[in-house]
């Protein structure tokens, strides 16, 4: 697929992913949408590849939300499928198999504050700005907002932002745990970079696992605690686990290989 709204850059097997509408704000549109289903749901996996940094062009946004002005004329069916649609992506890239790092460089508000909520990990600039005001249109947030918000900052917070459609800043983000770093910048991709770098560096199976079994906490057909017995079970039968306890016993850095 050629993308006209992404543009993908890969730097040493760490994809950075960059919305690309910057006169927009890097709203996302019904285009944007469907290149970063392309990107997570459809295209193969290079086994190469560490991880994905996803940020926004230029130095105002990650991205402002989604374009509005495509919400005119739609009805409930509509909108409906509009929302599933943008469920089924932030859902793979939440369950994507390899760190997912949201760079969050500017507003990051609606749609795109769903989006980074979607990602493993987020960091975000000094000037970095967060909400949900979908409230201030007559509506809620469509792709997960309101059970991912929840999730992350807990509930008093969540409605509270969710009822006042406030906006904050990126301390007030650390401090309720929305975020997990502060940068300037103009060091935020390389932070961000560096950290997925830092996890490639484990055991993939493992990061895997990590990714699977966690997200099992808000699956109500799941037995989160039976799944990580029986994952448990399944990583001491790898080669990398294996080579793990050696390289711990002989003091040396592990080599793993994925299997």
Not at 36 to 41: A, E, P, Q, S
Not at 78 to 103: M, R
Not at 224 to 246: K, M
């Amino acid at each position: 697929m050629e993308y006209n709204t992404l543009i993908i850059n890969n730097i040493e097997d760490v994809m950075v992913v960059t919305m690309s509408r910057p006169a927009a704000l890097n709203a996302l549109n019904r285009q944007t949408m469907r290149e970063l289903h392309h990107f997570f749901v459809e295209s193969p996996l290079p086994t190469s590849m560490k991880g994905v940094v996803l940020t926004g062009a230029g130095d105002k946004a990650f991205v402002a939300g989604a374009d509005i002005k495509e919400f005119l004329g739609l009805g409930a069916q509509e909108s409906s499928d509009l929302s599933a649609y943008g469920h089924g992506i932030f859902n793979a890239i939440e369950n994507f198999p390899v760190p997912v790092v949201a760079a969050m460089n500017g507003f990051a508000l609606g749609g795109g504050l769903e989006l980074a909520m979607a990602c493993h990990i987020r960091l975000a600039s000094e000037k970095a700005k967060f909400g949900q005001p979908e409230v201030n249109l007559g509506t809620i947030p469509g792709y997960g907002g309101t059970q991912r918000l929840v999730r992350l900052v807990g509930l008093g917070r969540a409605m509270h932002w969710l009822m006042t459609g406030e906006m904050i800043d990126a301390p007030t983000a650390l401090q309720a745990g929305l975020i997990t770093g502060i940068y300037p910048g103009e060091r935020l991709q390389d932070e961000a970079i560096k950290l997925v770098r830092t996890i490639a560096a484990k055991a993939p199976l493992a990061i895997r696992e990590i990714v699977r079994t966690t997200l099992a906490n808000f699956d109500p057909d799941t037995d989160g605690f039976q799944l990580e017995i029986e994952r448990f079970g399944y990583l001491f039968e790898t080669a990398d686990f294996q080579e793990g306890v050696q390289a711990f016993l002989e003091k040396r850095k592990a080599d793993f290989q994925g299997r």
